[in-house]
């Protein structure tokens, strides 16, 4: 079964950097591009991270994408308050044909 | 900027029938593909169903495949999801979002508010 498995839960102090994973298979993050989205509460979804390390306008340099095989990393350094969100990842998967989600990283910034 | 504006949800009866529609603007709408993801409240997000460009691919997830139908409209700009057979557990919010390209490996690149659908005798 394709799915793209999160923490949880993440949690830092601000000016501290945070990491969340988003472990994967060759399918979907081996192979396509990895999006990640902010979701605060009671909002829409929003794009910060799109094809695996590319930042939309607006959004912070402080946050950061990478990828490695079939795992993927949203890195907010810096972290501030206003972070304090859900974060998911999502990648196009080959097997199904279609978009899978995390099931997402609650942040609290302490 | 892109927009993208929803409405049509609201509360019904299980087994009943609903349309959700999607208005875009500020982009050439007919060049992206356009998907439907839901999330009931305090829960993740689900992708629910995507239609590329041109209608060329269309893709549902198991849980509603069967039930729900998207479409498009390109000359008015407007995603639809057609909901049949309704159950309870449909009961979410539904986003329509753009995608980055035409369809396979594009995700989603801006996202419509939410739209509440509440199904409930």
């Known amino acids: 079964q394709s799915v793209l498995t999160q923490p949880p839960s993440a949690s830092g102090i601000p000016g501290q950097s945070i990491t969340i994973s988003c472990s994967g298979s060759n399918s979907n993050i081996g192979t396509n591009y990895v999006y990640w989205y902010q979701q605060l509460p009671e909002t829409a979804p929003k794009l910060v991270i799109y094809r695996g390390h590319q930042r939309p306008s607006g959004v912070p340099d402080r946050f950061s994408g990478s990828k490695s095989g079939t795992s993927a990393s949203l890195t907010i350094s810096d972290l501030r308050p206003e972070d304090e969100a859900d974060y998911f990842c999502a990648a196009w998967d080959d097997g199904v044909h279609t978009p899978l989600i995390g099931g997402g990283t609650k942040l609290t910034v302490l | 900027d892109v927009q993208l504006v929803g409405s049509g949800g609201g509360l019904v009866q299980p087994g009943r029938s609903l349309r959700l529609s999607c208005v875009g603007s500020g982009f050439t709408f007919g060049d992206y593909a356009m998907h439907w993801v839901r999330q009931v409240p305090g829960k993740g997000l689900e992708w629910v169903s995507g239609?590329?460009?041109?209608?060329?691919?269309?893709d549902y997830a198991d849980s509603v495949k069967g039930r729900f139908t998207i479409s498009r409209d390109d000359s008015e700009n407007t995603l639809y999801l057609q909901m049949n057979s309704l159950r309870a557990g449909d009961t979410a919010f539904y986003y329509c979002?753009?995608?980055?390209?035409?369809?396979?490996?594009?995700?989603?690149?801006?996202w419509g508010q939410g739209i509440l659908v509440t199904v409930s005798s």
């Open positions: 239609i590329g460009w041109r209608s060329g691919n269309i």
């Open positions: 979002a753009k995608a980055e390209g035409s369809y396979s490996g594009y995700l989603f690149d801006s």
